[in-house]
């Protein structure tokens, strides 16, 4: 059963690569970019594992992706922070490793929590880092400690109630 886990885990990265058609838009080395992904997001998930994981060590991961590959900030964070959400939830992570998550920045996250002094952005041009922190930060407050919360309530209930076909207004 070990074996089929770290299978899984292993595969729900290129699963959300494709989702995310991250691939059409790198300039770089899709290879390496998708090594160093790979890797990234599997420590990531043994440090949640160990309860070790910390959000420094998320955007740390981000923003090497980001410059050693020259992806935008948007586009390092989007596959990194689904994975981390998704396997966090289903392995029943404590509320303290959730904490540390931050929210998948997508459009229709950003639409519906815009505010003054949180630069909108296309994630495909967010290259400041300060400014994917901040939309973080914000989401924080949002969310009233957890970045996830915001993303968990609008675009994940939404999925479902879409997908169950109830009306989402």
């Known amino acids: 059963m070990t074996d089929f886990f770290e299978v899984m885990r ?14 059409r838009s790198l300039r770089s080395n899709k290879l390496a970019f998708n090594k160093q992904l790979l890797n990234s997001i599997m420590e990531l998930a043994n440090k949640a ?21 020259e992806v935008s900030i948007g586009q390092a ?14 392995r029943q992570k404590p509320e ?7 929210c998948p920045l997508d459009s229709q996250i950003m639409t519906k929590f815009k505010t003054k002094g949180v630069r909108r952005t296309s994630l495909k041009n967010m290259t400041e880092f300060s400014n994917y922190v ?25 999925r479902i109630n879409s997908f169950l076909g109830k009306d989402t207004k």
């Open 134 to 158: 901040a939309w973080q930060e914000h989401l924080e407050r949002e969310g009233n400690g957890i970045r996830l919360k915001p993303d968990i309530e609008t675009y994940d209930m939404g």
């Open 10 to 23: 292993q595969v729900l990265v290129p699963m959300f690569c494709k989702e995310t058609q991250l691939g």
């Open 96 to 102: 303290e490793v959730l904490k540390e998550l931050d």
């Open 49 to 69: 594992d160990d309860l070790t994981l910390r959000n420094e060590d998320i955007r740390a991961r981000i923003r090497q992706i980001s410059k050693d590959n």
């Open 77 to 90: 964070q989007k596959v990194i922070n689904v994975y981390l959400k998704y396997y966090c939830i289903l």
